[in-house]
């Protein structure tokens, strides 16, 4: 729920679930961000120090910090997440992630995703060109067009769809 969608000054809430193996890649934020994991167990990754989390538990991670996320376990997790921006912005981090090979061995969530995805383009795509176009995206897509747009076209395609993390 990015913040200037909803008529906030300063926030944005972003719940999710994840199963197995599920995670973006290192990346940060200009702005401060507030993980409270309900349940579940994660890799939390902080400027290269890795925390082993079983919810419930918080970690607070600084602007700019880089940081990412990992599903552990054969459960899902619970997150939420709590911005100090109505636009939050997230810029990629050249840095290994000690996680990947656990991310790479799942395929469930994937292959949930993708189906999402094609769910979401037979129901958006207005010109019927088999992609979406910024004017045809959802309002949640549309919010972050340009991350998910991965080869920076104009167009989310299934083919931007199989890069994301």
Same mark, same amino acid.
């Given at each position: 729920? $990015?913040? $200037? ?21 290192? @990346?940060? @934020?200009? %702005?401060?961000?507030?993980? *409270?994991? %309900? ?18 538990? *918080? ?7 880089? @940081? +990412? *996320?990992?599903?552990?376990? /054969?459960?899902?997790?619970?997150? *939420?997440?709590?911005? /100090? ?12 992630? $000690?996680? +990947?090979?656990?991310? @790479?061995? /799942? ?25 979406? /176009?910024? !004017? $045809? ?13 991965? !080869? ?14």
């Amino acid at each position: 729920m $990015e913040g $200037e969608f909803y008529g906030w000054d300063n926030a944005t809430i972003q719940v999710a679930e994840a199963g197995p193996g599920i995670g973006p890649p290192i @990346h940060t @934020h200009p %702005v401060e961000e507030i993980f *409270v994991l %309900v349940e579940g167990k994660i890799a939390f990754t902080v400027d290269g120090e890795v925390l082993d989390m079983t919810g419930p538990a *918080v970690v607070r991670v600084p602007p700019n910090t880089p @940081h +990412n *996320v990992t599903t552990l376990g /054969s459960g899902r997790n619970k997150l *939420v997440t709590f911005f /100090s921006a109505n636009r939050p912005g997230a810029s990629p981090v050249d840095a290994p992630d $000690e996680f +990947n090979h656990v991310k @790479h061995r /799942s395929t469930v969530e994937r292959d949930a995703m993708i189906a999402n995805f094609k769910k979401i383009l037979a129901d958006f795509d207005a010109d019927g060109d088999g992609r979406l /176009s910024r !004017d $045809e995206a959802p309002l949640l897509l549309k919010a972050q067009f340009d991350r998910y747009d991965t !080869d920076h076209d104009g167009f989310i395609t299934l083919d931007d769809a199989q890069g994301w993390d």
